[in-house]
C-alpha cells in the first residue's frame, strides 16, 4: 500500500507541492482530479523519485523519498507519463519485452496476456511502434509498464487525445487491472470515466488536496466541481 504524507515538492526554487496527504491501497482504483497545472503530475512525479520531494512517501511500510526512480519501479511501482514513450524504431513486441524485469518467469502478466486484453497490438506485434497512432502507443506504454509486473500502477492523463470509444476500453482495461489486485492511481480530466471506475479520488488545486472521498460525494459537492474542476 501507498502512504503519502505531507508531501512537498519543487522544481528548482518554486515550491510545487504543499503537503499532500494520500493513500491508494490494492486492488483499488484511485483518481487524482484538478485542472492543468494543479499538481498532479507534479504529486506522481515525486512519488516515483523525479523531482525534488520532501516529506513521506510510504510503500508498504518502507520510505521511498530519496530513492533513485528505477529502484522505486523495482519495488513494484509502474508509472506510465502523459508523453507515450515508446521506443519508436523497435517492434511492438520488443518494446513489451523491454518492460519485462529480471525474474520475468513470475510476472503475473505474459505477452499473450497483453495481446489478449489489447488484440491491436497483435495485429501489429512486428510493426515499428513509432508508426502507430497516439491510442496505440498508449496502450502499449501501458502494456510495456505492465510486462514489469508492478504491484501499483500510476497512469498520469491515459485517454488525452483518444477517441471516446477507445476512452471506455481504457476505463475497462484499468477496472481488469484492479480485478488482479493492482492498485491504481489515475491522473485524469475527464470526470466521467474517473468518476465510473474509481473507488475514491482526490481533487487538487494549487498544490494541496482540496477534497477527497468517493465519487458519489464528489457528483454531490457542487462547490467543490464548480472551484476545482470545472473550467
Ligand atoms: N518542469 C517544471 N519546472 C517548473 N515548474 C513546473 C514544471 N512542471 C510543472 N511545473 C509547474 O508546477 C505546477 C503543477 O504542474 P503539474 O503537476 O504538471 O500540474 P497538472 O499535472 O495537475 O496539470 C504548475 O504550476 C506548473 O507550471
Ligand atoms: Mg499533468
Redesign the pocket.
Known sequence: MLKIENLHAF??K?H?LHGVDMEVNPGEIVSLL??????????IKAIMGLVDGHGSVKWNDKELLGDKPYDIARRGIGYVPESRDVFPKLTVEQNLLLGQKGGAKNSRWSLDDMYQMFPRLKERQHTEAGVMSGGEQQMLTLCRTLMGDPDLIMI?EPTEGLAPKIVELVGEYLKELKRRGLGVLL?EQKLTIALDISQRCYV?GH?EVVFQGTPDELRADKYVRKEWLEV
Open positions: 522544481y528548482g518554486s510545487i484538478g485542472r492543468n497545472g494543479s499538481g498532479r503530475s507534479t504529486t498520469d491522473v487538487m498544490g
